[in-house]
């Protein structure tokens, strides 16, 4: 679990501290020096960094020709670079590290909140964050690369579901979006409109 006042220091403001803790126990490592090589899908075994330069070391061996992701929150390494040698070893900083990294995540909830049409229900935001959770790890949100992609600004509406279950014992009303409704199926969704009303009318 990462130190409470770690995330107050260092973590993007825009997230509430709990949701900066699901995002890094969801995608990070509890290791500030780690490195993740993939290629093709595979994971390359690379050797355990035992200091920042190792760390930044490794990245410049396989970053170009590999997927690398570095540190507490996992960052692409390399987005925004023109060389490899403009990578420093403040990447591997767990602060710096935290900073970037939830900065960038947040603007990917805000990609995926657009997509959603920007709900203000709170108890949307789960599903929203596992999206944002499964574009951060791919690197795309319905066929976009979300790092590369402009920032579109704006609030995400944030609960975590540990919130959102105690909203339900406690009885609150749910508004917003319908429960088990998956946009990409249709017909799937549920109903929309009360024909109530109709029923035992004369044709």
């Known amino acids: 679990m990462l130190d409470a006042a770690l995330i107050k220091e260092c973590a993007d403001p825009s997230l509430k501290p709990a949701i900066v803790e699901q995002f890094v126990e969801a995608v990070g490592s509890d290791d500030p020096l780690a490195v993740t090589v993939k290629s093709g899908g595979r994971l390359i075994l690379v050797p355990k960094p035992k200091t920042p330069e190792e760390a930044i070391a490794i990245v410049r061996q396989n970053i170009g ?19 490899k040698s403009e990578l420093k070893a403040d990447l591997v900083d767990p602060c710096a590290n935290l900073r970037t990294g939830t900065a960038m995540f947040s603007k990917v909830m805000r990609i995926v909140a657009k997509w959603y049409g920007n709900p203000t229900a709170e108890d949307a935001f789960p599903q929203l964050f596992d999206d944002a959770v499964h ?7 319905e066929g976009e690369s979300v790092f590369q992609a402009q920032d579109p600004g704006g609030a995400v509406v944030q609960r975590s579901p540990a919130e959102v279950d ?4 406690h009885g609150e009303d749910r508004p917003g979006l319908m429960p088990e409704e998956d946009p990409t199926q249709p017909h799937k969704a549920g109903i929309r409109v009360d024909l109530s009303g109709m029923v035992g009318r004369d044709k």
Do not use: M, N, Y
């Not at 590999?66 to 507490?72: E, H, N, Y």
């Not at 574009?135 to 949100?141: H, I, P, R, V």
């Not at 105690?166 to 014992?169: L, N, P, R, V, Y």
């Open 65 to 83: 020709s590999s997927v690398v992701r570095v540190g507490l929150t996992q960052i692409p390494a390399g987005i925004g670079l023109r060389d």
């Open 135 to 141: 574009a951060w790890q791919t690197g795309k949100f």
């Open 166 to 169: 105690d909203a339900e014992e």
